[in-house]
């Protein structure tokens, strides 16, 4: 099993910036994937970005493009989030998640997600 914790959530003043890590541990598996979804009150989980774990391709959605950054630390099996010139609509609850199989990634699907954290965006 992997395990996946966050850190780095807040309250920040729109304008500000703030880093999120994730950081992956327990049995021995490789990732293939990994990337950043959100959730705000009322609506749908989106995937805000993703990075490819060997080539280090990343995705953005569009609306965080320019703005946000995701990068990887292969030796801490880490990933983290960049978010800069952050929007009171950026507020929502920050989850990272793991492709750990082939299959998984050609379904767009992740195997395991960290536990979530909180990022208020005040206007």
């Known amino acids: 099993q992997v395990q996946l914790v966050e850190s780095g959530g807040g309250l920040v003043q729109a304008g500000g910036s703030l880093r999120l890590s994730c950081a992956a541990s327990?049995?021995?598996?490789?990732?293939?994937?990994m990337g950043w979804f959100r959730q705000a009150p009322g609506k749908e989980r989106e995937l805000i970005a993703a990075i490819n774990w060997s080539t280090s391709r990343m995705h953005y959605a569009d609306s965080v493009k320019g703005r946000f950054t995701i990068s990887r630390d292969s030796a801490k099996n880490t990933v983290y989030l960049q978010m800069n010139s952050l929007k009171p609509e950026d507020t929502a609850v920050y989850y990272c998640?793991?492709?750990?199989?082939?299959?998984?990634?050609?379904?767009?699907?992740?195997?395991?997600w960290g536990q979530g954290t909180q990022v208020t965006v005040s206007s």
């Open positions: 998640a793991a492709s750990t199989t082939i299959r998984s990634v050609i379904n767009n699907e992740y195997d395991y």
């Open positions: 327990g049995r021995t598996f490789t990732t293939y994937v």
